[in-house]
């Protein structure tokens, strides 16, 4: 019975820690399962980025509220990453934007739209990505 007693201490503090953890960082593992992310875009190169967000209208809300002007939701995000591209010799010209599973996709994608789309100096104006991407 004596052996018993330390082990179960053990695993009690053990259990004590890691529920605190999960309690100070608000986590119990699903919680970045939900997260939401969004770009936002308006004229001009302008734009609002949010991530990791309990709800995607929250996330929403929260990239039109960061983005300058006359400003929509270009995309809303859940497990992956969003980027915006301009052309730096106009910014109220061309643009591409693109969501994709990895950062680098969607970058590459964005400057792709921008070129088709007539701009001649393409560059990343803005990148996010939701806690699963």
Do not use: H
């Not at 890691?18 to 770009?39: E, V, W, Y």
């Not at 809303?76 to 052309?87: E, K, Q, V, W």
């Not at 969607?106 to 990148?127: E, F, H, M």
């Amino acid at each position: 019975m004596t052996s018993f007693r330390p082990a179960l201490t053990r695993t009690l503090v053990a259990a004590s820690f890691l529920l605190s953890s999960c309690l100070i960082s608000g986590s119990f593992g699903t919680d970045m399962a939900r997260a939401a992310g969004a770009l936002a875009i308006g004229t001009c190169g302008a734009y609002g980025l949010a991530y990791d967000y309990p709800q995607v209208e929250a996330a929403n809300a929260a990239a039109l509220g960061q983005c300058k002007g006359d400003c929509k939701v270009a995309t809303a995000m859940r497990g992956n990453c969003a980027a915006l591209s301009i052309d730096v010799n106009n910014a109220c010209g061309a643009f591409g934007y693109a969501a994709a599973s990895r950062l680098g996709l969607a970058q590459n994608t964005a400057l792709r739209y921008c070129y088709r789309n007539g701009g001649k100096d393409c560059v990343i104006r803005a990148w996010v990505c939701d806690a699963k991407g």
